[in-house]
């Protein structure tokens, strides 16, 4: 079982820098790919960013490729997603997720989630 608590959302304006957190609970995060999604208003959730259980590998959303960086500290049991030049369509409740599996960006594969976080940016 793991349990994942996101912080660090707010509001800014374009351009701006947030960085998120994401803490897990449990002896076995080291062994979890874990995921960044977010949902728009009126969207549906979709994927942003995912790390493998070491931190090796990476894989994002072409939306968010070269602005958005995903990073993992397994000491910590700690995830964190750092947004750049943040744009208004950015906006929207991001949530971490936990799969148990290598990393993937399909949502079905993440056995537990956050309870998400708001960013909103405005222009």
């Known amino acids: 079982q793991v349990q994942l608590v996101e912080s660090g959302g707010g509001l800014v304006q374009a351009g701006g820098s947030l960085r998120l957190s994401c803490a897990a609970s449990?002896?076995?995060?080291?062994?979890?790919?874990m995921g960044w999604f977010r949902q728009g208003p009126g969207k549906e959730r979709e994927f942003v960013a995912a790390i493998s259980w070491s931190g090796g590998s990476t894989n994002y959303a072409d939306s968010v490729k070269g602005r958005f960086t995903i990073s993992r500290d397994n000491a910590k049991n700690t995830v964190y997603l750092q947004m750049n030049s943040l744009k208004p369509e950015d906006t929207a409740v991001y949530y971490c997720?936990?799969?148990?599996?290598?990393?993937?960006?399909?949502?079905?594969?993440?056995?537990?989630w956050g309870q998400g976080t708001q960013v909103t940016v405005s222009s």
């Open positions: 997720a936990a799969s148990p599996g290598v990393l993937t960006t399909t949502r079905r594969f993440y056995n537990y």
């Open positions: 449990g002896r076995t995060f080291s062994s979890y790919a």
